[in-house]
């Protein structure tokens, strides 16, 4: 069932400002099949069918490193921490660290934000940015002051087998991004959010084939619906959106898609995927600042976020520049 | 699917030996032997191939042919069938030559 955001009468979520980091070590995904034990065959596929050719890894940063890399890249930030009031860590996997190590609690007490509530945004998979971004117009709607922040921040380490890797499909890597949102803001303005929850195919994919076989088939429709809904609930057709800022799952998937739902595949920032491979949450998001420094977002610019998430959640978001 | 709808005269001649190839190689990748290969075989819904089982058998069919296959048309239809696979692979193929 698609959900739909709710109407904040006349409040609108704008995305103030996003920035994002990848770890400069380039990994190639030969280098991360052999790791992972994959066939000849099944490493192949995915540089020369898939367009996944590395990905990039901080080895010895940690979660904290990676978020803070992002977060001390958004200069909007600066000399306005007492403004946000939330700080909303989206993330694929629910659980990432032991307790008692709380990362976002650190993370908010190194850039002046530990007055912030902060939270985790989770259950949506690699979809929890989107999420997120909703979630955060949603609280800062609710709050007296209708000047007030919240810091979405997307970013995990790819530091187990299922976590680095979907067969025949995609290839994690590491990436963070912090987005700055807030209501009433000129730019960028979430115009709609649809999201899809499919819990029917929650489960481990790679050792259930019947279910990874009804998921292939779904993925696909499941995913247009989404992006229909979003385009459709912001009033417009798909012929209004200029770009689409995808999730990094792979190349093939999008081409495929975008001949499903009649979009060119040339408006589709797919440029991240052979350098970055698939980081989780943070893709839609380091694809904004890739388009943003390449002045592929001009004003009035309408753009889509689109992500899937494991589990199964499809989501999309029309944003106007 | 009409398995004689091929137009260009080099894809009609490439298309037995993809049929061969697929039948060579279907074994190989899914790890057991398939009785009676035939052109309506269902590739998902009777011998369980997914997309990842899919595309490796496409690579073993580069390989085996020496050609390269342009994928990004690849939909639902031509995946249906053996037959359509091999209709795919012939009008999609590009030869080292």
């Known amino acids: ?321 | 699917m009409d398995h004689q709808t091929l137009t260009s005269p080099a894809s009609a001649e490439l298309r037995p030996q993809v049929f061969d190839s697929i039948s060579k190689l279907l074994p190989k990748v899914l790890g057991r032997e398939i009785p009676a290969m035939s052109e309506d075989m269902k590739l998902m819904s009777e011998l369980g191939m997914r997309s990842a089982s899919m595309l490796e058998l496409l690579l073993e069919i580069e390989d085996d042919l020496e050609i390269q296959i342009e994928v990004e048309d690849i939909d639902d239809a031509a995946m249906t069938s053996v037959g359509d696979l091999a209709d795919f692979v012939a009008s999609h193929a590009i030869t080292d030559g």
């Open chain 1, 1 to 321: 069932m698609l959900a739909a955001a709710l109407p904040r009468e006349v409040s609108v979520t704008a995305i103030e400002a996003v920035a994002s980091y990848v770890p400069e070590q380039r990994v190639s995904v030969e280098d991360v099949a052999g790791r992972l034990g994959l066939t000849t065959m099944q490493t192949r596929l995915f540089r020369r069918f898939l367009g996944l050719a590395e990905i990039r890894l901080d080895p010895d940063g940690s979660l904290l490193d990676l978020l803070s890399a992002a977060v001390s890249r958004l200069a909007e930030l600066r000399g306005r921490e007492q403004l946000v009031r939330y700080v909303l860590y989206a993330r694929a996997m629910p659980v990432v660290e032991p307790y008692p190590v709380n990362t976002l609690r650190e993370l908010c007490g190194a850039f002046g934000l530990g007055h912030a509530v902060s939270c985790t945004v989770t259950h949506h998979a690699c979809a929890t940015g989107l999420l997120a971004v909703d979630v955060a117009g949603r609280l800062l709607a609710g709050d007296e002051d209708a000047g007030a922040l919240a810091l979405v921040l997307t970013g995990e380490k790819a530091f187990t087998r299922d976590a680095q890797y979907v067969p025949g499909t995609s290839i994690f890597g590491e990436g963070a991004a912090a987005c700055l949102v807030s209501l009433h803001g000129a730019r960028d303005r979430v115009l709609a959010y649809a999201s899809s929850i499919r819990g029917e195919f929650d489960g481990r994919l790679d050792v259930l084939p019947e279910m990874a076989s009804r998921f292939e088939k779904e993925y696909p429709v499941s995913l247009a619906e989404a992006i229909a809904a979003a385009v459709s609930q912001a009033g417009m057709s798909l012929q209004d959106i200029g770009l689409i800022l995808p999730h990094n799952v792979n190349v093939l998937s999008w081409q495929r898609l975008c001949r499903r739902i009649g979009f060119p595949a040339d408006r589709v920032l797919l440029s991240n995927v052979p350098v970055t491979g698939h980081a989780f949450c943070a893709d839609a998001f380091i694809n904004y600042t890739t388009a943003a420094d390449r002045g592929l977002l001009r004003p009035g610019t309408r753009y889509l976020l689109a992500a899937a998430g494991l589990g199964a959640t499809f989501s999309a978001m029309v944003v106007e520049h």
